[in-house]
């Protein structure tokens, strides 16, 4: 009797065994026919089965028809599992843990080249969408895919650290950023971007290190340099930022993008002398460069406004008035220029035409006006 109960188990073991290893082997015919759903509903028991959950044929191919379900531009295949890309990547792992004969590690290694590009992909998708958080999540996904099988995506860290400082997520943007800089990514602007996000978490000291970083590397990297003036600047280290422009002015002396920097860091050091001559020069290098058009007309603008201040400061029948008011009209006059050029060159840009509107009101160019307010009414 006892013997006749041992056989019964084992037979029943047997015919477990087979009937769970034949449901696998239906889920393959299933994948192999494109019928996605039907491949999921015979897979699914095998992974827990304990007959065939230690076996790596069923996690491999249990991440093929996962990653199918993902690459599926069937909407009722796509919707099978919102999550597929993740367990086609986790099913792959398994198989790789108990596969020590390597029966199928080629053709999973390329199968998770296919997933993290997939999660790239999806990260790219994300972060085109503004939704920095998922891009985030996305990138580092696939870098953990990619480390997985011993390559080390720099883009996709690059991208994760680009969808951090989006997201305002400093910690993990200096954290990317920080890693692909140790890795030597070739892109200049990865340490402005790092140095950004230190002065976002007021750590000046760390700001500057970083940029000098770059700059010793790419020293002529005129992104850097600007980023490196504009830091001298906002710490009020006015001598070392227009030393950096001026040596950059001698390193490169028709790039009018260089003059203009110039012309603002002057601009915005209130030496208006020295700013206009800057901006002249970049338009006179580049007549159709926007902004030192537009700046140089507000800067004339800006120091009428500041005459009309004072005049209207004064007394009733002061005579200085109509003096003043005489000065701030030429300069209102010098300004339009400019900011015709500038509105030429971009008819939309709304703080040029709002300019021209106050100066033809001021100086009474009624037809002016007119056609200035036609294009403001048109926006």
């Known amino acids: 009797m006892k013997k006749l109960t041992v056989v019964f188990i084992l037979l029943f073991a047997m015919g477990s065994a087979f009937g769970q290893k034949a449901l696998r082997t239906t889920a393959f015919n299933y994948l192999r026919k494109g019928q996605l759903d039907k491949a999921l509903e015979s897979i699914e028991p095998t992974v827990s089965d304990p007959t065939t959950m230690s076996d790596p044929k069923t996690w491999f191919y249990r991440g093929n028809i996962f990653l199918q379900i993902h690459m599926s531009e069937n909407p009722d295949y796509k919707n099978l599992d919102q999550d597929a890309l993740t367990k086609a990547y986790q099913s792959y792992q398994k198989m790789l843990e108990l596969d020590t004969k390597k029966e199928y590690y080629t053709e999973a290694i390329q199968n998770m080249l296919v997933v993290s590009e997939q999660l790239y992909n999806q990260g790219v998708q994300e972060f085109q969408n503004a939704k920095y958080n998922e891009a985030m999540s996305a990138f580092e996904q696939a870098i953990a895919v990619s480390a997985s099988y011993g390559s080390i995506d720099t883009l996709a860290i690059f991208n994760a650290g680009l969808s951090a400082e989006n997201a305002k997520n400093n910690a993990k943007a200096i954290e990317h950023y920080s890693k692909v800089i140790e890795l030597n990514y070739p892109q200049p602007l990865i340490y402005s971007s790092l140095a950004n996000v230190y002065l976002a978490e007021k750590d000046t000291t760390k700001a500057f290190d970083v940029i000098k970083q770059g700059r010793t590397k790419y020293p002529q990297e005129f992104a850097l340099l600007i980023t490196e003036t504009n830091m001298y600047l906002g710490s009020g280290k006015t001598e070392?930022?227009?030393?950096?422009?001026?040596?950059?002015?001698?390193?490169?002396?028709?790039?009018?993008?260089?003059?203009?920097?110039?012309?603002?860091?002057?601009?915005?050091?209130?030496?208006?002398?020295?700013?206009?001559?800057?901006?002249?020069?970049?338009?006179?290098?580049?007549?159709?460069?926007?902004?030192?058009?537009?700046?140089?007309?507000?800067?004339?603008?800006?120091?009428?406004?500041?005459?009309?201040?004072?005049?209207?400061?004064?007394?009733?029948?002061?005579?200085?008035?109509?003096?003043?008011?005489?000065?701030?009209?030429?300069?209102?006059?010098?300004?339009?220029?400019?900011?015709?050029?500038?509105?030429?060159?971009?008819?939309?840009?709304?703080?040029?035409?709002?300019?021209?509107?106050?100066?033809?009101?001021?100086?009474?160019?009624?037809?002016?006006?007119?056609?200035?307010?036609?294009?403001?009414?048109?926006?």
């Open 240 to 379: 070392s930022a227009m030393a950096n422009l001026q040596e950059a002015v001698k390193t490169d002396p028709l790039n009018p993008t260089i003059h203009y920097a110039v012309g603002a860091s002057y601009d915005q050091m209130g030496n208006k002398e020295e700013a206009i001559k800057a901006y002249n020069k970049a338009i006179e290098l580049k007549p159709d460069y926007f902004e030192p058009n537009y700046n140089l007309g507000a800067l004339y603008v800006n120091k009428a406004a500041s005459i009309i201040d004072e005049a209207n400061k004064l007394k009733l029948n002061d005579p200085n008035y109509d003096v003043m008011k005489a000065d701030a009209d030429k300069l209102l006059e010098q300004s339009l220029p400019y900011l015709e050029v500038a509105t030429q060159l971009d008819p939309k840009d709304q703080s040029t035409l709002l300019a021209l509107k106050e100066i033809y009101t001021r100086l009474s160019m009624y037809e002016k006006l007119k056609e200035v307010n036609q294009k403001l009414s048109e926006l």
